[in-house]
């Protein structure tokens, strides 16, 4: 029982879910103090769209992306921007790959920002815009483009077509918890667990310390093991309390006013990676285990393996593209397939985007699948 269904969920937590709530607070307390600079910049400068649009998308989550798509829909940005965003993104599965192997995740990083930056400044020259027409036809003589079509007025300060699009709400996880934490805000209970947990799974992940020599000085209690499930667990809770919602940025959480707002969405979108992590872990592990199933014999191999990794990623959101990653970290993907996955996914981004500019979000993810098969099938010559 240990071994089978405990030792992934602890894993799950203590090798993904810390370091992701860890980074997840850094980068959202640098999004905090300076992201405005770089959006106020780059709608002076047209030209570097493309390149910091890679540089946004590359970022890990979809903050950095996220924060193009209100600002191509009032036309400061050019598609291409919105495209080398797109192609750089690897949503919350940079998370994954950034806990399992930095070195690893700077490389496959570097190899997204490049595509990104290449395929936006292609889009430019092509001169490719689904929504100029549009614009064109929104502006009156001397007048300034209207809202999207469909989308209510936004609040003082908020941009149109994101006013809907609200921050987590860790409300119902605080109820959850009540019971067992009482007066205890989610957030806080989170931290309060991730911090020991952190301080544990760093000596032990990179082993600088025999986790036998932890259990016996603690009187046979395994801190990692323990403290790994009760972080999964919890981070359960405040998933099931947030009912699923995709935990990535919206404007909001990518521009928060304070960093409590900050350490909040971390502990939401940590615990949301940690859940898919987990279900990809456990999954595997009772596969493996049951079946000596080594993901040798799945079909995800070859030229086929790449364009099933860029079909996947079509779908829209984190979640699945997060399971698909960690079926790579657990061997049972080649690398050529997780390239491909890994450039044609949008992550959350393309969500606001299809609100504002449905066609461009159409246009969008189908333009990001042709590089991702590329380099995929080019991948698969190389090694």
Not at 18 to 46: P, S
Not at 234 to 248: H, Q
Not at 300 to 310: N, P, S
Request: net charge positive; charged share 10%; hydrophobic share 55%.
């Amino acid at each position: 029982m240990t071994e089978l269904v405990l030792r992934p969920l602890a894993d799950a937590f203590m090798q993904v879910g810390v370091y992701v709530a860890v980074m997840v607070a850094f980068f959202g307390w640098l999004r905090w103090r300076y992201g405005d600079r770089v959006t106020d910049g780059l709608t002076r400068r047209r030209r570097l769209g493309p390149l910091v649009g890679a540089l946004l998308g590359v970022s890990p989550g979809c903050g950095g992306a996220i924060i193009l798509m209100p600002l191509y829909a009032r036309g400061k940005v050019s598609f291409g921007t919105v495209i080398a965003a797109l192609a750089a993104t690897m949503g919350d599965s940079s998370w994954v790959v950034i806990a399992w192997n930095p070195l690893f995740a700077l490389q496959i990083h570097l190899l997204l920002f490049a595509v990104g930056l290449v395929t936006g400044y292609v889009v430019d020259a092509l001169g490719i815009d689904p929504a100029r027409a549009v614009r064109r036809r929104r502006v009156p003589a001397g007048g300034s483009a209207a809202a999207p079509a469909g989308l209510a007025a936004a609040p003082a300060g908020v941009p149109a077509g994101l006013a809907a699009v609200g921050g987590p709400d860790l409300v119902g996880a605080r109820r959850l918890l009540g019971g067992l934490l009482p007066r205890v805000p989610a957030s806080t209970a989170f931290w309060g667990l991730t911090t020991p947990a952190f301080l544990v799974s760093v000596p032990v992940v990179f082993q600088l310390v025999d986790p036998g020599v932890l259990t016996d000085r603690l009187g046979g209690v395994d801190p990692y093991l323990a403290l790994g499930v009760l972080g999964t667990l919890t981070a359960m809770l405040i998933f099931a309390a947030g009912r699923g919602r995709l935990a990535d940025d919206t404007l909001e959480t990518a521009q928060a006013r304070s960093f409590r707002e900050t350490l909040r969405h971390s502990a939401h979108e940590a615990s949301f990676v940690t859940v898919w992590v987990a279900v990809a872990y456990l999954a595997w592990h009772v596969i493996t285990t049951s079946t000596g199933f080594d993901g040798s014999e799945l079909a995800l191999t070859g030229l086929l393996g790449v364009l099933v990794g860029a079909a996947i990623g079509l779908i829209p959101g984190c979640a699945v593209q997060i399971v698909f990653t960690g079926l790579y970290v657990s061997g049972g993907l080649p690398l050529p397939t997780l390239v491909a996955n890994a450039i044609s996914q949008d992550g959350d981004a393309l969500i606001p985007l299809a609100a504002m500019r449905r066609h461009s979000a159409a246009l969008a993810t189908v333009i990001t699948t042709i590089p991702a098969a590329a380099v995929g099938a080019a991948l698969l010559l190389l090694l």
